[in-house]
């Protein structure tokens, strides 16, 4: 059974940074993605951005676009969702995800994802 398990969340002020990690165990296929989403209060989930297993390329929604980058170690078996310039819109319960293939247009749609992780909470005071 695949598992994924999100930590890093927290209290930070707005401009700060704040860096997540998803911990992959399980068996997983050789082609895969791993997508970031969040999710505030009353909104519906939103697609922060995902990283291939293949060549680590990966893609942005407009939102955090140059603010936050998305990086995998894979001898860890990890991926990481660094957050820079964190901004009041930003607060949110961030989940990770596992999409089996990484071809398509799945990014950003929560339907294409497999397995999911538990999320941990992003807090940002002005």
């Known amino acids: 059974q695949l598992q994924l398990v999100e930590s890093g969340g927290g209290l930070v002020q707005v401009g700060e940074s704040l860096r997540l990690s998803c911990a992959v165990s399980?068996?997983?296929?050789?082609?895969?993605?791993i997508g970031w989403f969040r999710q505030a209060p009353g909104k519906r989930r939103e697609g922060v951005g995902c990283?291939?297993?293949?060549?680590?390329?990966?893609v942005y929604s407009d939102s955090v676009k140059g603010r936050f980058t998305i990086s995998r170690d894979n001898a860890k078996n990890t991926v990481y969702l660094q957050m820079n310039s964190l901004k009041p819109e930003d607060p949110a319960v961030y989940y990770c995800?596992?999409?089996?293939?990484?071809?398509?247009?799945?990014?950003?749609?929560?339907?294409?994802?497999?397995?999911w992780g538990q999320g941990t909470q992003v807090t940002v005071s002005s």
């Open positions: 399980g068996f997983t296929f050789d082609y895969h993605a």
């Open positions: 990283i291939s297993s293949s060549d680590g390329s990966t």
């Open positions: 995800a596992y999409h089996r293939g990484e071809s398509g247009s799945f990014c950003f749609w929560a339907d294409e994802y497999d397995y």
